[in-house]
């Protein structure tokens, strides 16, 4: 079976791999030994997307949105969970030091549309800001980001607080003067999928087996605390208040129970990281 998982930044990458491993070891009994490829080539997410449903040199990745942000295929078959545990949908901005005082006051959406977001070109989440009315610039590359907000071609480069302190410290190779807006956070409903080319049957049931068990014995949750637990506690020292904002993906409904469940639930859980 051949894995990708580059498309993600380096944190991610290595959790989602770590929880790939678990799902398949947890199911050894019942499908037998297995070799795990995990492929480093680049690939597009285009590129990535027609690999995995040409059951080509990717069998299997991690996706948020296959076309368009939407699960639209029917090549691939995609196993929802809750990898990241909601986390992944929480966000808060790499800025320029100059510009802190933008983000001071900002508490509605209505305030986030005074600035402009920079994110990867046909990044799912692109959809959620182009709903809200958020002013977005798409970058081609990812590592292009932070060259043009040093340039001031946008405010901000909103990236989930599972990954965003890494990406800050590599950025200060470059530019010292970046730094995280404080107290600043947008959420928005984000689900993760383990999408797995459709011909591949048996590893489509292998891997929903395995990341059941998973999550019923706990231990999806210890391995994202072991992995994310100690930056977590750094954005969580005090309640937050984050911007909402609802993902077109899903329902006034479904939207308005997500951030329900985010706030009441998965943050509290957070605080105190039990």
């Known amino acids: 079976m051949k894995y990708w998982a580059d498309g993600m930044s380096l944190g991610l990458r290595e959790y989602q791999l770590e929880a790939v491993k678990m799902a398949l070891d947890k199911t050894i009994d019942d499908y037998g030994p297995y070799e795990l490829i995990h492929?480093?080539?680049?690939?597009?997410?285009?590129?990535?997307?027609?690999?995995?449903?040409?059951?080509?040199?990717?069998?299997?990745?991690?996706?948020?949105?296959?076309?368009?942000?939407?699960?639209?295929?029917?090549?691939?078959?995609?196993?929802?969970?809750?990898?990241?545990?909601?986390?992944?949908?929480?966000?808060?901005?790499?800025?320029?030091?100059?510009?802190?005082?933008?983000?001071k006051q900002a508490r509605t959406i209505e305030d986030l549309k005074e600035?402009?977001?920079?994110?990867?070109?046909?990044?799912?989440?692109?959809?959620?800001?182009?709903?809200?009315?958020?002013?977005?610039?798409?970058?081609?590359?990812?590592?292009?980001l932070f060259p043009m907000l040093e340039r001031g071609r946008f405010?901000?480069?909103?990236?989930?607080?599972?990954?965003?302190?890494?990406?800050?410290?590599?950025?200060?190779?470059?530019?010292?003067?970046?730094?995280l807006a404080p107290d600043f956070y947008i959420y928005y409903p984000f689900n993760v999928y383990l999408a797995v080319s459709k011909s591949r049957s048996e590893l489509t049931r292998r891997m929903t087996e395995g990341f059941s068990r998973m999550m019923s014995s706990g231990d999806m949750k210890k391995l994202f605390k072991q992995y994310f637990g100690e930056t977590l506690k750094t954005h969580f020292q005090s309640p937050i208040h984050p911007i909402f904002l609802p993902n077109p993906s899903f329902t006034h409904i479904e939207n308005q129970k997500r951030m329900e469940n985010f706030e009441f639930e998965v943050l509290p859980y957070f605080y105190y990281l039990k």
């Open 39 to 103: 492929k480093h080539s680049y690939f597009s997410g285009k590129r990535s997307r027609q690999e995995i449903e040409m059951d080509g040199r990717l069998n299997m990745q991690f996706s948020t949105g296959w076309e368009n942000g939407k699960l639209i295929s029917d090549k691939v078959s995609f196993i929802l969970n809750p990898y990241m545990f909601g986390m992944l949908g929480l966000r808060r901005c790499i800025i320029r030091q100059e510009d802190i005082h933008l983000f």
């Open 115 to 144: 600035v402009r977001i920079g994110q990867g070109e046909l990044w799912p989440d692109n959809q959620v800001y182009i709903h809200n009315k958020i002013p977005l610039v798409e970058v081609d590359r990812y590592d292009n």
């Open 155 to 179: 405010d901000c480069i909103a990236l989930s607080v599972l990954e965003i302190d890494a990406a800050l410290t590599l950025s200060h190779k470059t530019n010292e003067t970046f730094v």
